[in-house]
């Protein structure tokens, strides 16, 4: 399956910080990248798809203007979380999917903690 | 209803045990399903897909039944390192669209 790397692995900050998340296709050109959210003891929710050249589209709740995403190449997504906040602590994942009805192959995730 | 729905467990088993883990789905018109493995603090890793026939993978089998709306995993000879929580996920609609995540199954393998 498709190698994904993310970057970085952790990160802690300050209240009101922003934060930006990198997701990387190392071998498959990804038109379509998957930014995910998973809180402790929860399952992964889907938090946005990121389309390559063109905007993302975010699920039901998730605040576009909070939770910035730009694709602007085959190989590389980024998650910005804009002043984030306590609640916006969490595991951050993204991931690639290789074609229709193909599974997902996950980057290593992102451990947010704000203080 | 949730899409993807699992017991949460922890199933906790010996050694050398077999453990069966079961899935339901809402929407009848799901297109591809997965199941996926997660240990703590770490990101899913896709065990095996799961095929209309059933398939087998080593000691991991997986079925689906799509009348009932039913995926199930059956591990055979458990090992300690399948300690992990299952994801059974499922593709609702096919092509690059969303994957949906049950909350997993927490597997938990004693000596």
């Known amino acids: 399956g498709a190698v994904v790397s993310q970057h970085p692995s952790w990160v802690i900050c300050k209240s009101g910080t922003s934060v930006k998340i990198e997701c990387r296709s190392l071998d498959f050109q990804a038109t379509t990248m998957f930014w995910y959210r998973q809180f402790p003891k929860q399952s992964l929710m889907l938090m946005a798809t990121s389309n390559e050249g063109s905007k993302a589209t975010y699920e039901q709740g998730v605040e576009k203007d909070k939770f910035l995403i730009n694709h602007a190449s085959l190989t590389l997504s980024t998650l910005t979380v804009t002043s984030a906040h306590p609640e916006d602590s969490s595991f951050y994942i993204c991931?690639?999917?290789?074609?229709?009805?193909?599974?997902?192959?996950f980057g290593d995730g992102t451990r947010l903690s704000i203080l | 209803r949730k899409e993807v729905e699992q017991d949460p467990g922890p199933f906790n088993v010996p050694e050398g045990a077999t453990v069966a883990f079961n899935c339901t789905y809402s929407?009848?018109?799901?297109?591809?399903f997965f199941w996926y493995r997660q240990d703590c603090r770490k990101e899913p890793k896709l065990l095996m897909s799961?095929?209309?026939s059933g398939n087998e993978d080593g000691r991991f089998t997986a079925q689906l039944n799509r009348a009932s709306q039913y995926i199930s995993l059956l591990i055979r000879d458990s090992k300690l390192s399948d300690s992990a929580t299952y994801l059974c996920?499922?593709?609702?609609?096919?092509?690059?669209?969303?994957?949906?995540f049950g909350a997993g199954t927490r597997l938990a393998v004693h000596p």
């Open positions: 929407n009848s018109a799901s297109q591809s």
């Open positions: 991931s690639v999917g290789q074609g229709a009805n193909q599974p997902q192959h």
């Open positions: 799961v095929y209309s």
């Open positions: 996920v499922v593709n609702p609609s096919g092509g690059y669209n969303k994957l949906i």
